[in-house]
């Protein structure tokens, strides 16, 4: 049951049904074709995992049911039983409501750590419903409700230049289908690589002008308006709308007005004011749908853990590079080979991680990014009940975890890819509230593999910013663009947000619903917000804590 703009099913003669909900180029012929002599339901899985796009498939054979999302993990699956019957959805919020579902406080606690580790990051907040980890399908109807894998990353590792014509192939793929099926369509411009490549894609493949959207900084340092400028100016097709300063709210303005329901506390929700400038304008365009960069960062950026993966059969090449880092981040020598050289597996990290929540927080880009992880923190404003509770949680998982890859690169790069779709999910969802859809074409899976099959020495690199990109794009955007050497950063805006708005923050903890819970200390929290440059502010994790405390408000 739904209501979807885009959806496509079909039924052939050997009693199998499929339905693809969501952002595909295959229409229902194109699919009865492609299912007519397929005869077990295990076939029709994989003959859609090789389909282009983005989307759900539910395929159904003589009664038993196959249900995923996407490999990336920007569309989910939830599961839970009502008496003998098993019910999916799409969003775990939905399944709650239906259920009546308890809130999990314990879970709800784990938010509030600056990140949360795998497995805990896929678990919903509500007693009852369980999470569909990205990558696997679920399996119900007439056997036994399960799980199993149906997508592993490539393990095809091409050259570069190989790969980034591939990957050039495959966005060019996921934007023109888009752009046809919507017709209408509009796109972000920040000046970054990301965008810029959408936007230039988008363009070429839209009959009519496309309207690019560009917020500028109140950071007078950050020359993202420049590049998006430049952009604006060298491809063709493109109507550049570039917001007023005045119409752009500040960093955390506005949180009392934001509007739900989404189905995880994750910080892209108080970003909503912001997120969201301009799109009535696009409307009033007739945009029906608008394309952003997101996901690029994720997929394109290589993780720098290949390099530790890579001192055993390439020493002299790894050692090279991590030296690099090192030289970029100020990093001792000590810290380095102790990371290096740790050899713990990865559930005795995350047991010894529990014991160290409440410890300071690790320098920003340290060397803990060739570990399992960045070791997560609690604030200082949290309730040693909370606290205890968190600790509790990693170690139950710890008893069995696992880490989502056979290598600390791998873990590493499903598990920023999957924070990424993530935080990006909640954000379709918020603009599917405000009547215009986004696309993240970065996102499909097809993209992913293309980025991901490339030879991992060649795409992680600290001596260039995404090279895999700028070799698929070149000309196709400016070649400036391609020699930029700056990124915009909006740690000003962020700031300014925080002093101006502190005195309506220190109302908002004064009715605080975590407060209520027993999670966190309310009148700590309003001492720190009235001092907008104290540390625990600047670096305390206020971000994951305000979401959780917005997003009770609004469930």
Same mark, same amino acid.
């Not at 339905?19 to 009865?32: N, S, W």
């Not at 005045?246 to 189905?263: A, H, Q």
């Not at 696009?282 to 952003?292: D, E, P």
């Given at each position: ?110 938010? %509030? ?11 919903? %907040? ?97 020359? @993202?308006?420049?590049?998006?400028? %430049?952009?604006?100016?060298?491809? @063709? ?308 804590? %305000? ?9």
């Amino acid at each position: 049951m739904g209501d979807w703009l885009t959806s496509v099913q079909a039924r052939n003669g050997h009693g199998l049904f499929v339905a693809l909900i969501g952002h595909t180029p295959v229409g229902q012929r194109e699919l009865e074709a492609h299912i007519a002599d397929v005869r077990d339901i295990d076939a029709l899985d994989r003959l859609t995992a090789r389909l282009p796009g983005d989307f759900h498939a539910v395929v159904e054979a003589h009664g038993e049911i196959h249900a995923r999302g996407t490999a990336g993990g920007l569309r989910r699956l939830f599961h839970a039983t009502v008496g003998e019957v098993t019910v999916s959805a799409n969003r775990a919020d939905t399944l709650a409501r239906l259920l009546d579902a308890p809130l999990d406080e314990d879970m709800l606690a784990l938010r %509030l750590l600056d990140f949360v580790p795998h497995p805990l990051g896929d678990v919903p %907040l509500w007693r009852g419903v369980h999470a569909v980890v990205p990558g696997d399908l679920l399996r119900f109807g007439r056997g036994r409700t399960g799980t199993v894998r149906w997508w592993e990353p490539p393990h095809t590792h091409v050259p570069l230049v190989e790969g980034a014509e591939a990957l050039r192939e495959a966005l060019d793929d996921a934007v023109r289908f888009r752009v046809a099926a919507a017709e209408t369509v509009s796109c972000d411009l920040s000046g970054g690589l990301d965008s810029t490549t959408i936007c230039a894609l988008a363009a070429r493949a839209s009959a009519e002008p496309l309207p690019a959207l560009t917020m500028p900084s109140r950071d007078i340092g950050d020359d @993202d308006v420049h590049w998006a400028r %430049l952009a604006a100016s060298e491809i @063709d097709g493109l109507e550049h709308i570039l917001l007023d300063i005045d119409e752009i709210p500040l960093f955390y303005s506005g949180l009392l007005d934001v509007t739900g329901p989404v189905d995880e506390p994750l910080p892209t929700i108080i970003d909503q004011p912001r997120q969201l400038v301009g799109h009535d304008g696009l409307l009033a365009r007739g945009s029906r749908l608008h394309f952003t960069g997101m996901g690029g960062d994720h997929v394109l950026w290589g993780h720098p853990a290949h390099h530790r993966d890579l001192l055993t059969t390439r020493p002299l090449k790894a050692l090279r590079s991590i030296r690099g880092y090192r030289a970029q981040n100020r990093w001792s020598l000590r810290e380095t080979v102790s990371v290096l050289t740790d050899r713990r597996p990865y559930g005795q990290w995350l047991a010894d991680t529990a014991d160290r929540i409440t410890a300071p927080r690790p320098a920003p880009h340290s060397p803990d990014v060739f570990a399992w992880d960045i070791p997560p923190r609690l604030p200082t404003w949290v309730t040693p009940d909370a606290a205890d509770s968190v600790g509790r949680k990693l170690r139950e998982a710890a008893a069995t975890a696992e880490p989502r890859g056979a290598t600390h690169a791998l873990h590493n790069e499903l598990q920023t890819l999957h924070h990424g779709t993530r935080a990006t999910r909640v954000l379709h969802q918020v603009a599917e509230h405000s009547g215009l859809p986004l696309a993240s074409p970065f996102l499909d899976d097809r993209v992913i593999a293309a980025c991901w099959s490339v030879r991992s020495e060649e795409r992680t690199t600290p001596w260039e910013f995404k090279p895999l990109l700028k070799t698929a794009m070149r000309g196709h955007v400016p070649d400036a663009l391609l020699r930029r050497t700056t990124k915009g950063e909006a740690s000003v805006d962020a700031a300014n947000g925080l002093r101006e708005n502190r005195v309506r923050l220190a109302e908002l903890w004064r009715e605080s619903h975590l407060a209520k819970a027993g999670l966190v200390d309310a009148e700590r929290l309003v001492d720190i917000t009235l001092r907008p440059s104290s540390p625990e502010l600047r670096h305390g994790g206020i971000d994951a804590t %305000l979401a959780c405390e917005i997003w009770l408000r609004t469930i």
